[in-house]
Each structure stands twice: as C-alpha cells, then as structure tokens.
C-alpha cells in the first residue's frame, strides 16, 4: 500500500504545479522510482499517459479561467506553460472540441477531468492466477526497437513494431531459436538509462545470434507471473494495472524495475488474443 501512497504524493506535487514546470523527475522521485517506471506505471494505474494527464488537468483549470474572468486568453496561455497562441488554440481545443475564444461564450459544452486520486477499494473479490519464481539470469535473441521515457510515443511504437514483424518472416526465425516446448514469444521492456530504453521481440535460447537479430541477458531475480486470457493488448494493460492496484499493495513486495516480461504462444498468424503471462520482477519490502 505504501507505493500507491506514493504515488498519491506524486500528484499532489502534479497539482501544486500545474501553472509552473513539472519535473517528471521530481513526481518519480516522490513515487520512489526511476522516471520511466513512473510514467509506465502512472499509464496502467491512471489508464492515460502522463503527459496527456497533465495536458488535460491544465486546459481543464484554463477552461475555468476562461469563463470565469476577463483575463487575456494569452495571459492564460502563458499562466499553463504555453509561450505560443497558436499550441495552446491547439491544446484547448483538442481538450474541449472549441477554442478558447469559443469558450467565453455563456451555454457552450467543455470538458473537466478532476484531478486522480488513489485509494484501495473493493472490487469484487475477482481472482487473480499468479506464481512466484526465483529464476537464474537467462539469454533472450531477436529483434528491438528504441523506447522513450515518454510512455505516450511508446504506446504507439510498440504496436506498430509487433505490427511491422508480422507482416513479414521475422517472427517465425525468432520462434526456431527458442529452446522452450511448446515455443514461447517474448515482448520485453528493456530500461538501462535514459538513454537506452528498448522493446525487444525474443526467446530464451543459448543459439548463436543471427545476422540481423540481438541478444539480451535477464538477470537472476524473483518474478511474480501473472496469468491472462483474452484480447491483446487490452488483457495484458489490465492485467498491469491489477497487478499495481490489487496484488502490489498487498503483497509484502515491492517492484524491483527490471525487464517487463510478456510471454505469447508462438504461432504462424497473428492472434486477436489467448492465454497469455506476464513477468515482473519483485522484492522484498
């Protein structure tokens, strides 16, 4: 429970900061985490990206000033963070669907998203299928692609990636190499630095690397591995977001921010969705 009070402090930090510079640093720092696991969480707990969070709390607290006093809509802009007219007509009217000038007009229809808070409720009571493992390091071979901190560009850049390697023979050389039976595709989050952030497309093996592919080593750690059925990606977002609102704050451990492991049975045609897990690494609080 302690994390998600955490991370309830990171927000309050949002909040305090809304008309000023928000370091996404500081926020992760409050959550006890490295900056990218902040944001990567922040977009299974909240269901949004971060960025877009902040985005939508500032036009919705401009909205208010709009309509509420005569100020100048560029003084506004400038109070949220936008030194340009034209990115913050931009912002406000991809918020609301007008622009703030439109705004000013009595009965028209804008958009307010309240400020997130977290708390533990009660769900319902639905199962969770998990294990823990304790795991000796393992070798992964196949393709990747470059992350960003920012998780809003990463959700784009990993379905298009998965997109990319099944509309041609890529996936089916990675699936040769794996050593499990029957043979398992690996979707990896990979968080070095800020500067090296990738999603590999893999298998555990001990082969030797193919031209055109690369390896990667996961090292020793104990994983809680979660159990998934139905519709990519959204069995698996769900599942994430469980994970750190249901299972985390009960469990004893904490998240030990190493490589995210998404396990898929390993097939000729892409699937809609099936049975799935998901490995994350824990410890001890």
Same mark, same amino acid.
């Given at each position: 429970?302690?994390?998600?009070?955490?991370?309830?402090? *990171?927000?309050?930090?949002?909040?305090? &900061?809304?008309?000023?510079?928000?370091?996404?640093? %500081?926020?992760?720092?409050?959550?006890?985490?490295?900056?990218?696991?902040?944001?990567? /969480?922040?977009?299974?707990?909240? $269901?949004?990206?971060?960025?877009?969070?902040?985005?939508?709390?500032?036009?919705?607290?401009?909205a208010?000033?709009?309509? *509420?006093?005569?100020?100048?809509? $560029?003084?506004?802009?400038?109070?949220?963070?936008?030194?340009?007219?034209?990115?913050?007509?931009?912002?406000?009217? &991809?918020?609301?669907?007008?622009?703030?000038?439109?705004?000013?007009s009595?009965?028209?229809?804008?958009?307010?998203?309240?400020?997130?808070?977290?708390? !533990?409720?009660?769900?319902?009571?639905?199962?969770?299928?998990?294990?823990?493992?304790? +795991?000796?390091?393992?070798?992964?071979?196949?393709?990747?692609?470059?992350?960003?901190? %920012? /998780?809003?560009?990463?959700?784009?850049?990993?379905?298009?990636?998965?997109?990319?390697?099944?509309?041609?023979?890529?996936?089916?050389?990675?699936?040769?190499?794996?050593?499990? &039976?029957?043979?398992?595709?690996?979707?990896? *989050?990979?968080?070095?630095?800020?500067?090296?952030?990738?999603?590999?497309?893999?298998?555990?093996?001990?082969?030797?690397v193919p031209?055109? /592919?690369?390896?990667?080593?996961?090292?020793?750690a104990?994983?809680?591995v979660?159990?998934?059925? $139905?519709?990519?990606?959204?069995?698996i977002?769900?599942?994430? +977001?469980?994970?750190?609102?249901?299972?985390?704050?009960?469990?004893?451990?904490?998240?030990?921010?190493?490589?995210? !492991?998404?396990?898929?049975?390993?097939?000729?045609?892409?699937?809609? $969705?099936?049975?799935?897990?998901?490995?994350?690494?824990?410890?001890?609080?």
């Open positions: 429970m302690e994390w998600l009070m955490q991370l309830s402090k *990171s927000i309050e930090y949002i909040e305090n &900061n809304l008309t000023s510079e928000i370091s996404y640093d %500081e926020a992760a720092k409050i959550a006890c985490c490295s900056t990218y696991y902040f944001q990567r /969480m922040f977009s299974y707990v909240a $269901g949004i990206p971060l960025s877009e969070y902040i985005r939508r709390r500032r036009m919705t607290q401009a208010f000033e709009i309509q *509420s006093c005569n100020t100048k809509i $560029g003084d506004i802009a400038f109070k949220y963070g936008y030194t340009s007219p034209t990115a913050f007509n931009r912002a406000f009217k &991809n918020i609301h669907g007008i622009s703030p000038t439109a705004a000013r009595k009965g028209v229809l804008l958009q307010a998203y309240p400020s997130i808070s977290f708390k !533990i409720t009660v769900t319902g009571g639905k199962s969770m299928r998990y294990r823990i493992e304790t +795991k000796e390091s393992f070798r992964i071979v196949g393709v990747s692609v470059p992350l960003q901190e %920012e /998780m809003e560009e990463n959700l784009k850049i990993v379905p298009k990636f998965w997109e990319e390697m099944w509309r041609g023979d890529k996936l089916s050389e990675i699936s040769s190499l794996s050593d499990q &039976n029957p043979k398992k595709l690996l979707g990896v *989050s990979v968080y070095t630095s800020p500067q090296y952030i990738s999603y590999y497309i893999a298998v555990a093996t001990d082969k030797p031209k055109g /592919m690369t390896e990667y080593v996961i090292p020793s104990t994983w809680v979660l159990e998934c059925d $139905g519709h990519y990606p959204e069995s977002q769900t599942m994430y +977001k469980r994970f750190l609102t249901e299972w985390l704050p009960f469990s004893g451990y904490k998240y030990a921010e190493l490589p995210d !492991i998404e396990v898929y049975s390993s097939c000729d045609e892409k699937p809609n $969705g099936g049975h799935s897990e998901i490995w994350i690494a824990i410890e001890k609080e």
